[in-house]
Nanobody
Framework: QVQLVESGGGLVQAGGSLRLSCAASGRTFASYVMGWFRQTPGKEREFVAAINWSGGRTFYTTSVKGRFTISRDNAKNILYLQMNSLKPEDTAFYYC????????????????WGQGTQVTVSS
């Protein structure tokens, strides 16, 4: 059974940076597309970024392109999200997910999730 554990969230001022990590266990990490999603109260979980099994292909939602970088270390079974130039609108609970296949930006493509980590960006 797969287990995903996020860390690295916190409170940061606008313009600052944070790096989120997601430690994976239980399934062959290197075989799966991984993604980051975020959610705010009352809203659906939304796609942020995804990365293919090798790390050679990455995908981002428009609002984070040029500011966020997704990466992975298959030797350590860790997924990362480097977030720079943070904005108040980036405030959300961030989740990592492991995809079972399908559209990388669709929440329905992911069958394993971590517990999430809170990111708060103050203005």
């Amino acid at each position: 059974q797969v287990q995903l554990v996020e860390s690295g969230g916190g409170l940061v001022q606008a313009g600052g940076s944070l790096r989120l990590s997601c430690a994976a266990s239980g399934r062959t990490f290197a075989s799966y597309v991984m993604g980051w999603f975020r959610q705010t109260p009352g809203k659906e979980r939304e796609f942020v970024a995804a990365i293919n099994w090798s790390g050679g292909r990455t995908f981002y939602t428009t609002s984070v392109k040029g500011r966020f970088t997704i990466s992975r270390d298959n030797a350590k079974n860790i997924l990362y999200l480097q977030m720079n130039s943070l904005k108040p609108e980036d405030t959300a609970f961030y989740y990592c997910g492991q995809s079972r296949g399908g559209t990388y930006a669709s929440i329905r493509s992911y069958d394993a999730w971590g517990q999430g980590t809170q990111v708060t960006v103050s203005s």
